[in-house]
């Protein structure tokens, strides 16, 4: 398995501002991702963060609100941009270890006001 | 839309009972099928996971039963526990992405 830190674990904004959330690993790990859980409901995945180049987006997330960055194998950030109270979720970071197994972060918990 | 579909959205369960949640799935791509369990205010977590190619597998009191030529699967929990409640997640994987179902929220009375 794999420890997953992510800071904040929970943040309250003003609409307008941007937030970053960290994620920290335990170990090096080749696939990392972001993943969207709306108020009482699934979870959606963001993007695929690649380290040493883009983001890879899924459809309805862009990067102009979502921006990731992945410097090494055990560390990324996703911005959340312009933030409005629709963007109000929790954000989870999730790692795959071996060669199927994904484990995810506590998760930090955006409101937006 | 949703690439997996989960019932029910919640149930109730005697402790010692069995809860049966099912999900079935489209995309015959999806090479792996994960079941997170999540309390409130943490991160799913890893319960149980099972590939295309067996019908079956079991951990401690929590089963997986594959049916690859209907497209569905299912978790059962067996000797319902009171910290078993939690809402627990079917997923399905292809090139490591996860499509998750809605949910189900498990509640075990004692």
């Known amino acids: 398995s794999a420890v997953i830190s992510q800071k904040p674990s929970r943040d309250i904004c003003q609409r307008g501002t941007s937030l970053t959330i960290q994620c920290q690993v335990d170990s090096q790990v080749t696939m990392m991702f972001w993943y969207r859980q709306q108020p009482g409901q699934s979870l959606t995945l963001i993007a695929t963060a690649n380290q040493g180049s883009e983001a890879t987006y899924e459809s309805g997330f862009v990067i102009d609100k979502f921006p990731i960055s992945r410097p090494n194998l055990t560390f990324s950030t996703l911005t959340v941009s312009n933030m409005s109270p629709e963007d109000s979720s929790i954000y989870l970071c999730s790692v795959v270890v071996g060669s199927t197994e994904a484990f995810f972060g506590q998760g930090t918990r955006l409101t937006v006001v | 839309q949703q690439q997996v579909k989960q019932s029910p959205q919640s149930l109730i369960v005697q402790k010692g009972g069995i809860s049966i949640i099912n999900c079935a799935y489209e995309?015959?791509?999806?090479?792996?099928f994960p079941w997170y369990q999540q309390f409130p205010g943490k991160g799913p977590a890893l319960l149980i996971a099972i590939r295309p190619d067996v019908s079956e597998k079991k951990e401690g009191r929590f089963t997986i039963s594959f049916n690859k030529s209907a497209k569905q699967f299912s978790l059962h929990i067996m000797d319902s526990q009171p910290g078993d409640s939690a809402t627990y997640f079917c997923?399905?994987?292809?090139?490591?992405?996860?499509?998750f179902g809605a949910g189900t929220t498990v509640t075990v009375r004692a």
């Open positions: 995309n015959t791509a999806f090479d792996y």
């Open positions: 997923a399905a994987s292809r090139d490591y992405k996860l499509s």
